[in-house]
């Protein structure tokens, strides 16, 4: 495992997304927001977990825009609602955020992010 020192906090380098995902939404997220968008973040994150398990495993420094425009694409293709969508691209932009702030990344792959046309 490799790790490194941010500010006196260690953290994995290897870290997957839902690794990730769950740190932030435990650190960053329900901490900060209303509780209601707190649980709906946590829904999402969960529904990721069940509808794309690839994406969900795969390491945080190797997912890229593409990644995740395809996972978007796919969610409005197995009928989720424009607006689901549009609050999953909310957590993937918050949380490769985060990743850039605590220098995990050097980039946000979800800059960018188009919503697809959803049903």
């Avoid at 870290?15 to 707190?38: C, D």
Wanted: a positive charge; hydrophobic letters at 45%; aromatic letters at 14%.
């Amino acid at each position: 495992m490799n790790v490194t020192d941010i500010n006196g906090m260690a953290f994995q380098t290897d870290l997957t997304y839902e690794e990730w995902a769950s740190y932030w939404w435990k650190v960053f997220a329900e901490p900060r927001i209303a509780p209601s968008t707190a649980a709906s973040y946590m829904y999402l994150i969960k529904m990721l977990q069940k509808h794309c398990p690839d994406l969900m495993k795969k390491k945080l420094s190797t997912i890229n825009g593409l990644d995740l425009q395809c996972t978007l694409n796919y969610c409005a293709e197995i009928g989720y609602a424009k607006s689901t969508i549009r609050a999953i691209r909310v957590v993937f932009s918050q949380t490769f955020k985060w990743a850039m702030f605590l220098q995990l990344l050097h980039v946000n792959p979800a800059y960018g992010l188009m919503l697809p046309k959803a049903p």
